[in-house]
């Protein structure tokens, strides 16, 4: 049985904290679904932490599409959550209906993501029983608006501001949201407040459940990490000494060995 929206709120009457994890293709998909991950994030992050993109802006609704269909083919169990990427959904109720549809029809999403308050967009895909995760706090996609990647919901009218959204998003139909850099109390705060799950990154421990970029996760980015980033393991340097050791033995003549030839 597939993880549902509706087994997320169950999750958060039961007080269960749960897991989110960012994935962008079917390897990957396939590992963090039989690890028993509920929720995988085709998120816009897909921008700058694989195609090479130095923010999450350019990404198009063809790349979001074509690494979705990836991920959904590699999920057996868990809820597959689709990232409207920017310019989607901003000029139109109807151009964000209409895009978020694709996400479910083409692709086999189970749900799809919005950044800020979208309230009558969200009242009108949840209308149209397309599953809407919020996205609030410092959403990416406003770096210019925002000034930077900043931590948001510093003072206390910011705190409030924020909340209210979260509520405001809760009431247009959401099932859960992501509260992104804020301060712990804040997030903890917006996360009591809340019927619905709260899933923070940068957020503090005090939300229901936790996501992280899987290739923050998995130490495969180069250079300064965000402070919450942390990473689990050093894959960066495994696959480079994988690869140097590969390149060594070619060099020296020693692979392919009789192991790994044909007789
Ligand atoms: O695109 C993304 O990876 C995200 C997460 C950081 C929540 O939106």
Do not use: C, W
């Not at 590992?31 to 992050?45: F, N, T």
């Amino acid at each position: 049985m597939s993880v549902t929206t509706h087994d997320l709120r169950s999750f958060k009457q039961e007080r269960r904290r749960f897991a989110m994890l960012t994935a962008y293709d079917h390897p990957t998909a396939k590992i963090l679904d039989a690890a028993g991950i509920p929720v995988l994030l085709v998120g816009d992050s897909v921008g700058n932490n694989v195609l090479g993109y130095d923010s999450t802006l350019p990404v198009t609704m063809e790349e979001m599409l074509h690494h979705t269909k990836a991920v959904v083919r590699g999920a057996r169990n868990a809820l597959v959550v689709a990232d409207m990427p920017f310019g989607s959904y901003q000029a139109s109720v109807d151009d964000g209906v209409r895009n978020a549809a694709r996400f479910l029809k083409e692709a086999g999403a189970g749900a799809v993501k919005l950044e800020g308050a979208q309230l009558q967009l969200t009242e009108a895909l949840t209308r149209a029983g397309i599953p809407v995760m919020g996205h609030l706090g410092l959403t990416p996609q406003a770096v210019h608006e925002m000034g930077g990647y900043r931590v948001q919901g510093r003072t206390a009218e910011a705190a409030r501001r924020l909340q209210d959204d979260a509520l405001a998003i809760e009431k247009a139909g959401a099932f859960a949201t992501v509260i992104e850099g804020v301060p712990s109390d804040v997030g903890a705060d917006i996360s009591t407040a809340l019927s619905i799950p709260t899933i923070g990154i940068g957020a503090g421990p005090g939300t229901d459940g936790q996501v992280l970029v899987i290739n923050d996760l998995l130490g495969l980015n180069e250079g300064p990490a965000p402070r919450f980033a942390k990473a689990y393991t050093d894959l960066r340097a495994e696959i480079s000494r994988a690869v140097t050791a590969f390149a060594d033995e070619v060099e020296r003549g020693t692979f392919p060995d009789a192991e790994h030839s044909y007789r």
